[in-house]
């Protein structure tokens, strides 16, 4: 059997509204997209997500989507990673992250964890505690504003050449690993202050005591008792989640 690859896609709706076949929006096509791609698992990770980027280029250009206007294209973060026998290796962008987890349980984050939204957030934090209504339409500029900033200060696939300029990569060997997960950003544990730091050492926890679903539950029950997203700033009460446990028998 060669390396397994697996991964996880997290599509990022276009600011425009638009949608296509049965109501997709551009972001699902593009994590769709991507996520074909990187299932051939038929050649180098870099050059898969290179041609994940193009493939997401041309389906928009079929679709007449104004290229222009950042804010409109179909983008989705993404983290994908390729087990071996010894080894293991993966690429990565935007906020769907990789984390590793040992034997001893300690744990280490293998990419870089962006916070390109910490500054809408605590703008959204103060708008709840002045009792601002309709928040998120109060912060459409400035999420459209965050949003033309996809790889010039963040990276996310979205077609754009310059998209491969923020690919976090690398390579580990297993020995000592017990799990890996790769998550998008639904599965962060919410926090009350944008700035601090994310709480990865509960959600390691949680994981460990119950798996993936353990994680889920506490997310979920977090953000159910807070519906209007005041407590832990978001911008919508249950965000999507994609996961997955990779777990090393030896």
């Not at 898969?48 to 493939?55: G, I, K, P, V, Y």
């Not at 079929?62 to 950042?70: E, H, M, T």
């Not at 983290?79 to 349980?105: C, N, P, Y």
């Amino acid at each position: 059997m060669g390396p397994r690859i697996c991964g996880v896609f997290d599509g990022a709706t276009a600011l425009n509204g638009d949608r296509y076949e049965n109501g997709k929006t551009g972001g699902y096509l593009a994590a769709q997209l991507a996520c074909d791609v990187f299932r051939t698992n038929n050649a180098p990770l870099l050059k898969l997500t290179d041609q994940a980027n193009r493939e997401i280029l041309q389906a928009m250009q079929d679709k007449g989507v104004d290229l222009a206007r950042k804010e409109d294209l179909w983008s989705t973060s993404f983290a994908v990673v390729r087990v071996g026998t010894d080894s293991f290796e993966w690429v990565q962008s935007g906020d769907s992250l990789i984390l590793a987890i040992d034997h001893d349980h300690s744990y280490r984050v293998l990419v870089p964890d962006h916070a390109h939204d910490t500054e809408t957030l605590c703008m959204w934090r103060d708008m709840a505690a002045r009792g601002t209504p309709r928040i998120f339409e109060t912060l459409k500029e400035q999420i459209i504003a965050v949003r033309r900033q996809m790889n010039v200060t963040y990276g996310v696939l979205n077609g754009e050449p310059q998209a491969l300029d923020f690919i976090s990569r690398g390579r580990a060997n297993l020995r000592g690993i017990k799990h890996i997960l790769l998550f998008t950003d639904g599965l962060f544990i919410p926090k009350e202050d944008p700035t601090a730091d994310h709480r990865f050492d509960i959600l390691v926890q949680r994981y460990l005591d119950g798996g993936l679903d353990a994680v889920y539950r506490h997310v979920h029950k977090l953000q159910a008792a807070d519906p209007l997203c005041h407590k832990y700033p978001r911008f919508k009460p249950h965000d999507d989640i994609a996961a997955v446990a990779i777990s090393m028998t030896a």
